[in-house]
C-alpha cells in the first residue's frame, strides 16, 4: 500500500547523492555541502510532516503503544 512513496523516496535518495556526488568531483569543498545537505533534508522531512497531515503527539502515541520499561 505504501509501495509508490517508498519508491518516491528512493528516487529523492539516489538523485540527492548522484548531486552531492557531482558537487564533489567538480570541487565543491565538503563544508559547503554539509550546510546545504541539512537545509534540503529540513525541508523534505518538512514536506513529508505536511504530506501526511498531523499525526498524533507524542504523548498520545506513548498512551496507544505503552512501552514495557527494560
Not at 17 to 22: G, M, S
Not at 38 to 47: D, E, S
Not at 52 to 60: C, I, T
Amino acid at each position: 500500500m505504501h509501495r509508490p512513496q517508498r519508491l518516491f523516496d528512493l528516487v529523492a535518495f539516489v538523485a540527492a547523492l548522484l548531486t552531492v556526488i557531482t558537487l564533489l568531483l567538480m570541487g565543491v569543498p565538503p563544508e559547503s555541502l554539509a550546510i546545504v545537505v541539512v537545509a534540503i533534508a529540513g525541508l523534505y522531512g518538512a514536506w513529508l510532516g505536511a504530506a501526511h497531515g498531523p499525526g498524533p503527539s507524542r504523548g498520545e502515541r506513548e498512551q496507544q503503544d505503552p512501552q514495557e520499561p527494560a
